[in-house]
Nanobody
Framework: QVQLVESGGGLVQAGGSLRLSCAASGRTFSSYAMGWFRQAPGKEREFVAAIGWSAGSTIYAESVKGRFTISRDNAKNTVYLQMNSLKPDDTAVYYC????????????????WGQGTRVTVSS
């Protein structure tokens, strides 16, 4: 089992920045690919970014490319999502997730999920 706890959400003005963190405990964190997903009110959960176990492989949704950066620190069992140039459309609850093997965009391949952290971007 892997337990995931997100933090770092909050209220920010458009154009601002936030850094989300996801702390993992349980089985060997470094062996898992990690993903960030988000769910806006009334919408389905969607992929944001993912990173491989070695941090050598990252993938992003087109909507966040160039603005968001995913990274991980295996020594701290933590994955991060640096969010810059935030837009009101980025308002959502952000979830981190873990899966063994390679990072993927599809929600259904992730085995472990955190409870989420809310991000609100005001215009």
């Amino acid at each position: 089992q892997v337990q995931l706890v997100e933090s770092g959400g909050g209220l920010v003005q458009a154009g601002g920045s936030l850094r989300l963190s996801c702390a993992a405990s349980g089985r060997t964190f470094s062996s898992y690919a990690m993903g960030w997903f988000r769910q806006a009110p009334g919408k389905e959960r969607e992929f944001v970014a993912a990173i491989g176990w070695s941090a050598g492989s990252t993938i992003y949704a087109e909507s966040v490319k160039g603005r968001f950066t995913i990274s991980r620190d295996n020594a701290k069992n933590t994955v991060y999502l640096q969010m810059n140039s935030l837009k009101p459309d980025d308002t959502a609850v952000y979830y981190c997730a873990a899966r063994s093997n390679s990072p993927l965009k599809s929600i259904r391949y992730y085995d472990y999920w955190g409870q989420g952290t809310r991000v609100t971007v005001s215009s």
